[in-house]
């Protein structure tokens, strides 16, 4: 594998793991990312622990303002945040509902890749504090999960460069729609679906079918074509499979809602295209500065499907095949889905690593991914406003969308015909002719690209042989990258967004040897580490300057 990011990874186990006891207990003598306090009571054993304790930021998890309340009268707030601002060190309060949610924004701020050998302390029970601790020990891939790897990054840069190169396509810049008469019908792959196929089928003509991905494929097996297809990701096969299932049924009348960032292949095959922007990605910060970018859409293609429909204007919704998980682990897709199979995931018995409820009770196998999907269609359903949401699958309960048995769905037939519908729900999104990618301002980007990496190499060149007898070399290094990083997020957010997922894991599996007791940071083990990390920004410029020479190379030719 020639991925800078792997070798980088490949290169420090294989330098470090020779050193005795290199995977033994972390050191509590080196500053780590966060202390997280679990309770804030009177507020002394927050002085002691900040006393004692090195760290980066403070979180203080109190969900009951009347103790906040309390503690001000008790706790020199003044002299203990001067304290906090002397040693260079940030506190964030989180408080009321929706905990774990505040928990993962202040895990993910900008010391995330000192998160390793974080402190937690629970100050006293609580239910609140409880349940939090409990979902956090579960959830545990949500807060350790370095989202936007820079070779990804840059695919979808490729991909929509040529899509937004092409005319004739509509862009929502916006969420907000009129409102629909008919209901919409949101089809996932879900095994459920096979079971409920026949009631769609039935109200084909009724309502605006809405389908996710490979559940298309299941729709078409039993002549049902979704007025509808939602498409998320950005891989080249997605794009070869739909173009050949486009010649063996009829896409003339398919409108297709995709993320700007897949497979150009993809629009050539239906009626018409409706591009969305994906939020923080670099391409939605290069090609869109006013636009709307939502994380609605994610992190599956039902997710998308769902987003559709609710930002065209659909106010009745009714959910089948989006189970965001399964009652076994060998049939986790419909049976029909298979033909859209661009891997083996549809014969693979999946390994779910936890259950949730089931929408018609009992429990239902998921895993991080599903459940993080689940989370954000109940998030979707409640953004927008008076939505009569309710789901006829048989797989996870969604709490914002009550169950439905598909037997008692009844929807009366109207005058409107879905064409209409969403003939009128185009008519408030905007319609561009020829694309607004300007092939110039790839120039600039690349050029900012490489400036960041290039300070990055300076950083790391910007030690004496003195510095080097000491370990916290590395950490000071460490935050003056990620400083470096975080001042792009302002300069320009593409360029921040680009390396985000890469500089993040770096950065953080570096912190996670300066945390480890036994080894012993000499000039040897220092200057190592520094080789295998200027390499990696080395091979990481060569990569990124020879991708965005091809994007521009491609996006030059498709403009002439």
């Keep these: 594998n020639d991925s800078p990011l792997v070798t980088f990874l490949e290169k420090m186990e294989n330098k470090l793991m020779t050193y005795p006891d290199a995977s033994s207990t972390f050191d509590p003598s080196k500053s780590v990312g966060f202390l997280f306090v679990f309770g804030l009571g009177l507020g002394f054993h927050i002085e002691f622990l900040a006393k004692v304790l090195k760290f980066r930021c403070l979180v203080i998890i109190e969900p009951h303002d009347q103790i906040l309340l309390h503690n001000l009268h008790v706790m020199d707030w003044e002299t203990f945040g001067k304290g906090l601002t002397d040693r260079g060190q940030d506190i964030i309060f989180i408080r009321g509902e929706n905990l774990f949610d505040q928990f993962l924004d202040a895990a993910h701020s900008k010391n995330y890749p000192f998160l390793g050998g974080s402190y937690l302390y629970s100050h006293y029970d609580m239910p609140e504090l409880t349940e939090l601790m409990s979902e956090i020990s579960k959830k545990t891939a949500f807060i350790f999960a370095a989202l936007g790897w820079t070779e990804d990054q840059l695919q979808m840069f490729r991909n929509s460069s040529i899509n937004l190169s092409s005319p004739g396509f509509y862009l929502q810049e916006t969420l907000s729609n009129s409102i629909r008469t008919l209901p919409a019908i949101v089809v996932g792959a879900g095994p459920s679906l096979d079971k409920n196929i026949e009631t769609i089928k039935r109200y084909q003509d009724d309502a605006v079918i809405i389908s996710s991905s490979s559940s298309i494929s299941a729709l078409l097996a039993n002549n049902i074509t979704p007025h509808i297809h939602c498409a998320l990701e950005n891989i080249e096969s997605l794009g070869m499979v739909l173009e050949n299932l486009s010649k063996k049924h009829d896409f003339s009348n398919i409108t297709l809602f995709a993320s700007f960032t897949v497979n150009e292949r993809a629009a050539a095959c239906f009626k018409r295209t409706v591009y969305f922007f994906r939020r923080d990605i670099a391409a939605s910060h290069f090609f869109s500065k006013g636009g709307i970018h939502t994380e609605l859409a994610e992190p599956l293609t039902g997710n998308t499907a769902l987003l559709c429909a609710l930002s065209f204007g659909f106010k009745e919704v009714y959910l089948?095949?989006?189970?965001?998980?399964?009652?076994?682990?060998?049939?986790?897709?419909?049976?029909?889905?298979?033909?859209?199979?661009?891997?083996?995931?549809?014969?693979?018995?999946?390994?779910?690593?936890?259950?949730?409820?089931?929408?018609?009770?009992?429990?239902?196998?998921?895993?991080?991914?599903?459940?993080?999907?689940?989370?954000?269609?109940?998030?979707?359903?409640?953004?927008?406003?008076?939505?009569?949401?309710?789901?006829?699958?048989?797989?996870?309960?969604?709490?914002?969308?009550?169950?439905?048995?598909?037997?008692?769905?009844?929807?009366?037939h109207s005058s409107t015909t879905p064409e209409k519908e969403i003939d009128a729900a185009l008519l408030n999104l905007t319609y561009c002719e020829k694309g607004p990618f300007k092939v110039e301002r790839l120039s600039q980007f690349q050029k900012d690209c490489q400036n960041f990496l290039d300070t990055c190499i300076n950083i790391t060149k910007a030690t004496g042989t003195e510095d080097l007898m000491s370990g916290l070399i590395i950490n000071s290094i460490c935050e003056k990258i990620i400083e470096e990083h975080n001042l792009w997020a302002e300069k320009e957010p593409a360029v921040h967004s680009l390396f985000k997922g890469d500089i993040q894991t770096v950065i953080s599996t570096i912190h996670h040897y300066t945390l480890i007791k036994t080894i012993k940071f000499d000039t040897k083990v220092i200057s190592e580490i520094f080789y295998v990390l200027e390499n990696y920004l080395r091979k990481l410029g060569e990569l990124v300057e020879a991708r965005i020479n091809l994007i521009i190379e491609t996006s030059t030719r498709t403009n002439r």
């Excluded at 006829?392 to 769905?409: E, F, Q, T, V």
């Design 320 to 412: 089948f095949g989006l189970d965001f998980g399964a009652r076994t682990s060998e049939i986790h897709h419909s049976q029909h889905s298979v033909e859209f199979a661009y891997n083996d995931d549809y014969s693979t018995p999946f390994e779910f690593e936890t259950s949730v409820p089931g929408n018609f009770g009992g429990t239902v196998n998921n895993g991080w991914l599903l459940e993080f999907s689940r989370i954000r269609a109940n998030l979707a359903i409640e953004y927008f406003e008076n939505v009569v949401a309710r789901n006829c699958s048989d797989g996870a309960y969604i709490p914002s969308a009550p169950p439905l048995d598909h037997n008692s769905l009844a929807i009366p």
